[in-house]
């Protein structure tokens, strides 16, 4: 099969759809497949990545228009430039705007879900109305559906009477020692099993503002929190962050981590925190999981999906309050969570490693591609 992956941002910049795309078309290439990955940039040009073809094309800046108008020319460059294409992937709604397009050229289609873009704080309640009727306009106009959870898959057929396939986010699991030595502990001044960790974007969805002042207000007896992540399109975010933590030298902003330095705060961290108030399948708590971490998530489906109900500490959405004494349950309790590690690395090896999702995807591929 040729299959085209249309939707992610620079997959050298890998947040979570750009994750997955990298992981699986590599993973299809390995299985003898063919892969082409279409990724928003500032630049154009093509690459080849570990037998993946790469295509970068520019975007408008506008976060509503960006995604709609490279799915437009990349859709038209899949029709008109490559040969004998099997699928087109659409990764979320916008790019999907134009499946018409690829179906009246004969090439099947389909559209993956990663989570509800119109839930996102970044939009105005007018843009999350439009967003939402694309959402719905899109779970229509496209034959095929995959969702990266079972939550936004009974979500789609609750909503829309449509009945999406679930294929799930998986992960690599990580080595017995390091790949590569990384000074990223002594540099930041941290200690081993002596910081909480926070990985992600820096959006409000993920709440890391409530993870700060909830920290903050905690009795953290020497514990640090770190804060790895970026966002350079939302720098009056990213610098309201750094004021909440003016004063405190427990928290450590370490910007965007890849590599041995991700790596390394992965192996040393004590908790790995996650209180979104939105999530598909978070790529990087299957990547904590799998490295033994003790998880404290906000209560939410999708962390509910993957982490069970008695093997993680757990708070609300939004709430200070809650954060502060799951922070002090935690350093109170380091024999409970020492049995949370096994049994979270059990359940990536079980069910969501990128071996088995690529066996996965490629059966349900093959049913519906051309060739």
Same mark, same amino acid.
């Given at each position: 099969m040729k299959i085209v992956f249309i939707g992610c941002r620079d997959i050298h910049l890998l947040g979570g759809i750009e994750n997955y795309m990298y992981n699986l078309s590599r993973g299809l290439v390995a299985m003898g497949h063919e892969a082409v990955v279409y990724c928003e940039s500032d630049r154009n040009a093509v690459e080849d990545l570990d037998g993946v073809k790469v295509i970068y094309m520019k975007g408008p800046k506008s976060n509503l228009l960006c995604k709609p108008w490279v799915g437009l020319k990349a859709t038209l460059r899949t029709i008109f430039r490559e040969r004998k294409v099997s699928l087109i992937h659409y990764n979320a709604w916008p790019p999907s705007l134009w $499946?018409?397009?690829? $179906?009246?050229?004969? &090439?099947?289609?389909?559209?993956?879900?990663?989570?509800?873009?119109? !839930?996102r $704080?970044?939009?105005?309640?007018? !843009? !999350?109305?439009? +967003?939402?009727?694309?959402?719905?306009y899109t779970a229509h106009s496209n034959s095929h559906l995959l969702m990266c959870s079972e939550a936004q898959t009974r979500y789609f057929k609750a909503n829309y009477g449509v009945e999406p396939y679930t294929m799930p986010t998986a992960v690599n699991l990580p080595s017995a020692?390091?790949?590569e030595a990384s000074d990223i502990l002594l540099r930041f001044g941290l200690e081993k099993g002596r910081f909480f960790l926070y990985m992600g974007r820096l959006v409000q969805d993920k709440n890391p503002d409530f993870l700060i002042r909830g920290f903050r207000a905690a009795q953290h007896e020497g514990f640090k929190l770190v804060i790895a992540g970026a966002n350079d399109a939302m720098p009056e975010y990213v610098a309201h962050l750094? @004021? +909440?933590?003016?004063g405190c030298?427990?928290?450590i902003f370490t910007g965007a981590v890849y590599g041995a330095d991700k790596d390394a705060l992965l192996r040393n961290a004590y908790v790995f925190c996650l209180p979104s108030t939105i999530e598909g399948l978070s790529i990087v708590l299957l990547e904590a999981m799998s490295y033994r971490l003790p998880v404290l998530a906000s209560d939410i489906e999708a962390n509910r999906e993957v982490l069970e109900k008695d093997r993680a500490v757990w708070v609300r959405p939004e709430s200070d309050d809650d954060i502060r004494d799951a922070? !002090?349950?935690? &350093?109170?309790?380091? /024999?409970? +969570?020492?049995?949370?590690? /096994?049994?979270?690395? /059990?359940? &990536?090896?079980? @069910?969501y490693t990128w071996d088995s999702v690529t066996r996965r995807y490629a059966g349900y591929a093959s049913r519906i591609a051309k060739f």
């Open positions: $499946s018409w397009m690829a $179906s009246l050229a004969g &090439i099947p289609s389909l559209m993956m879900g990663h989570g509800h873009e119109w !839930q $704080s970044k939009y105005s309640p007018r !843009q !999350q109305k439009v +967003l939402k009727f694309m959402e719905k020692e390091p790949a750094h @004021s +909440l933590a003016e030298d427990d928290v922070v !002090q349950t935690c &350093i109170a309790s380091p /024999d409970t +969570l020492a049995g949370y590690r /096994d049994y979270n690395y /059990d359940k &990536i090896v079980r @069910s």
